[in-house]
């Protein structure tokens, strides 16, 4: 930024000098007339009429110095506000690079300055890599500060041909590398022509920013631009950067002083005009991994639904997992979500609990066999990679390159695989650590069935309960509770005392059941006695139980829920436990505690479809049989006998 002439600056200060000079004058005369006219007064006024006289007079003073004070502060103000020269234009190429430069060298010497991002949206030819002592400078300027790497910096070229990416290597990216340096810096390089904003920015946070414009009729790049020294506007030209920063089609190909060779490769393809197959067949193992890794390392958002295993003895599968590992620990912005089969061996529990280490992934389990192939989806390629039998190996696969069907196979992904109710959740998007029982619980559904004891007595089961209601209970779907009582029980002296744990995880269990409701799901229960005098009231039914039959009744006179639950007393007529089922997902068998005086929830068992498929329509044809004589329950609780 020009600096104003020294003569200007003096005249500025003098002119300053002279307005207080003359506003002090004034006040002082304005206070000798005060104290003359207060002499005169005094000879001609009473005593107490002049002191009420000078008060208002001092007080009127007071003000007036005040007033005049306040104006010509914001005056002042005002005028430095209009003085200060806050943007500047550059009319040529070679101011828009000394102004960068010296934005470069504000940016090295302020203390606040966090990050610097740089732009080269239209890279000239570089037949001789003509510069001018401007750019020079700038060049200089960039270079000390990516030595020292304390300042992340960010830069982005779109290159224009293969000579101008030979030439960018041979500049900072390569020197970098051979000395070592450069562990603040990452190049993104673009192979997109005229398929960009052409707006260049350098902005330094906390300083400010330059905006370079290109001038259409000389066909001349960074021909003028703006330089405005404002952190606010700076932070817009970020934005706009990092809009450009995170499109999937740029290489990485400088990462913290790492040369990327895999991405300047296909960089080089890219920019040589080389057209890839957008349906290329992977014949071998070797080809399978490597085109996986390739997927990993440019993609953003990574979908994989990992069904299968690796060729023993294959030499592609670790490196392939080692670089996806690296890839989310190296760039926090990359979220993986994954999708595991419940067939884990000693491998693959390991690489999952390595996984579940990165706060950016999330995994979930299939709770049970799935025929399926395995699938890798990335930003811009779908990987499909097929199994051989007997030993589901991946050993062949076909990629598909293509954005619009990437994008597709994502939100088929996460809208259909991932949603789906019946996976077991392993571990969350910034959490650390699998969830505690996760790799267990996956496992015993892969045989069809899951065994879950209160052993403390904390509602371990309820809260099983719970979570497989959550899980597998869409909003078509029924819940069929078929719920069985002895007869009277013995006194009350006998009650069990219960923890307030198990009390709420209870209670969270018959919430989430009237939520199901709520959001479309058919609610249905049948209290089951053996005995023709047990009825629906204290005595027979526990307090809570009998709550909760009220609340169900509640809904039940809502008109949209009318047709969605039902409450029904019927008599049991076979030795059975209490059960939910789920048709055609799974079945929840309780194991009550036999003494006390209500039956408590000790333990249940979970059977999933398939593998059985049978019992659990086995179950619910029972529940719908003792619905036929069974009669329909509208108070809690109820008040008569039943018919015997």
Request: net charge negative; aromatic share 8%; no cysteine.
């Amino acid at each position: 930024m020009e600096k104003k002439p020294q003569w200007r600056r003096m005249l500025v200060s003098a002119e300053k000098h002279i307005e207080r000079y003359v506003f002090n004058w004034v006040v002082l005369f304005i206070i000798f007339i005060l104290l003359i006219g207060d002499i005169f007064l005094s000879l001609v006024l009473p005593l107490e009429d002049l002191k009420l006289l000078r008060f208002f007079a001092y007080v009127g003073l007071l003000a007036l110095w005040l007033h005049a004070t306040a104006e010509r502060t914001a005056r002042e103000e005002l005028s430095e506000q209009l003085k200060a020269p806050r943007a500047l234009f550059l009319k040529d190429q070679g101011a828009v690079y000394q102004a960068a430069a010296e934005l470069l060298r504000k940016a090295r010497e302020h203390p606040a300055a966090t990050e610097i991002i740089l732009t080269s949206l239209r890279v000239p030819r570089w037949p001789g890599g003509e510069t001018t002592p401007e750019m020079e400078r700038y060049l200089e300027e960039k270079m000390r500060i990516l030595r020292e790497g304390r300042i992340p910096v960010r830069h982005i070229f779109n290159l224009p041909d293969e000579p101008s990416l030979e030439r960018l290597l041979e500049s900072e990216p390569g020197r970098l590398a051979e000395e070592r340096k450069g562990i603040a810096f990452l190049i993104k390089a673009f192979a997109r022509g005229d398929d960009l904003p052409h707006i260049d920015v350098a902005a330094a946070r906390k300083v400010g920013v330059v905006f370079a414009f290109p001038d259409p009729l000389q066909r001349a790049w960074n021909a003028m631009g703006v330089r405005i020294d404002d952190p606010e506007i700076a932070e817009i030209a970020f934005r706009y950067f990092d809009a450009l920063w995170d499109d999937p089609r740029g290489f990485l190909i400088f990462d913290r002083g790492d040369l990327k060779e895999e991405a300047v490769e296909a960089l080089r393809r890219a920019l040589g005009g080389e057209r890839e197959e957008k349906i290329q067949i992977l014949n071998n193992e070797e080809a399978l991994y490597q085109t996986a890794v390739e997927v990993v390392e440019k993609s953003m958002r990574i979908r994989i639904q990992a069904i299968g295993r690796s060729a023993p003895g294959s030499l592609q599968f670790d490196p392939y997992r080692e670089r996806l590992l690296k890839h989310l620990q190296e760039d926090m912005r990359v979220e993986l979500r994954r999708l595991t089969s419940s067939d884990l061996n000693s491998r693959e529990r390991e690489y999952l609990s390595r996984l579940a280490q990165r706060p950016n992934a999330a995994l979930k389990g299939y709770p049970g066999k799935v025929d399926a192939p395995a699938i890798l989806i990335g930003d811009q390629e779908v990987l499909i990679a097929l199994r051989d039998r007997p030993n589901y190996e991946l050993r062949r696969g076909i990629m598909i390159r293509d954005e619009k069907i990437a994008e597709m196979f994502r939100e088929w992904f996460d809208q259909v695989l991932w949603a789906d109710p019946s996976l077991i959740p392993l571990k969350e998007i910034r959490q650390i650590g699998l969830l505690p029982g996760a790799l267990e619980r996956l496992e015993g559904a892969a045989r069809g069935v899951e065994v879950v004891l209160d052993q403390n007595r904390d509602g371990a089961a309820y809260h099983r309960a719970r979570e497989v209601i959550e899980q597998l209970v869409g909003a078509r779907d029924e819940i069929l509770a078929f719920v069985t009582y002895e007869g009277v029980p013995p006194p009350s002296d006998q009650m069990e005392d219960e923890s307030e744990r198990y009390r709420q995880e209870r209670e969270a269990y018959y919430r989430t059941l009237l939520n199901k409701v709520r959001e479309g799901a058919a609610y249905r229960r049948i209290f089951a006695f053996r005995h023709r005098e047990g009825r629906v009231a204290p005595g027979y039914v526990s307090d809570p139980v009998l709550g909760h039959a009220r609340e169900m009744l509640r809904l039940q006179s809502e008109p949209r829920l009318r047709n969605l639950i039902s409450l029904h007393r019927g008599e049991m007529r076979l030795d059975l436990h209490s059960f939910v089922v789920i048709p055609g997902k799974a079945a929840l068998v309780s194991l009550d505690r036999p003494q006390g005086p209500y039956p408590s929830l000790d333990g249940v068992l979970v059977f999933y479809q398939p593998p059985h498929a049978d019992l659990i329509r086995y179950l619910e044809e029972i529940w719908r049989n003792v619905l036929g004589q069974a009669s329909r329950i509208s108070e809690v609780p109820e008040r008569e006998m039943p018919e015997s």
